[in-house]
């Protein structure tokens, strides 16, 4: 079992950034994927990006390509998401997740993940 903790969320203007974070703890060599989601109110579970531990390949959803960025830190065991340029929109509970391997072009789905964080609150004030 891989116990996930996010961190770095909180209150932010439009236009600012906010890089989250995800430690990682427990069996962690058995997770190769990490990924990133969210969640706003009254809506679905939004994929967001992707990172295989061992090799770095990273994976993006159409919708945060360029503004969002993520990467991941093997001594510190923890995956980050730099997020620019936010938008009153990307207010959400932001979440990470963990899979036991790389799905490359369908890493979108939750299914891929079987272990997940509690969530970090990200607010983006107009």
């Known amino acids: 079992q891989v116990q996930l903790v996010e961190s770095g969320g909180g209150l932010v203007q439009a236009g600012g950034s906010l890089r989250l974070s995800c430690a990682a703890s427990g069996r962690t060599a058995s997770r190769y994927l990490v990924g990133w989601f969210r969640q706003a109110p009254g809506k679905e579970r939004e994929y967001l990006a992707a990172?295989?531990?061992?090799?770095?390949?990273?994976y993006y959803a159409d919708s945060v390509k360029g503004r969002f960025t993520i990467s991941r830190d093997n001594a510190k065991n923890t995956v980050y998401l730099q997020m620019n340029t936010l938008k009153p929109e990307d207010t959400a509970v932001y979440y990470c997740?963990?899979?036991?391997?790389?799905?490359?072009?369908?890493?979108?789905?939750?299914?891929?993940?079987?272990?997940w964080g509690q969530g970090t609150q990200v607010t983006v004030s107009s």
């Open positions: 990172i295989s531990w061992n090799v770095a390949a990273t």
């Open positions: 997740a963990a899979g036991p391997r790389d799905w490359g072009t369908l890493n979108f789905r939750s299914s891929s993940y079987d272990s």
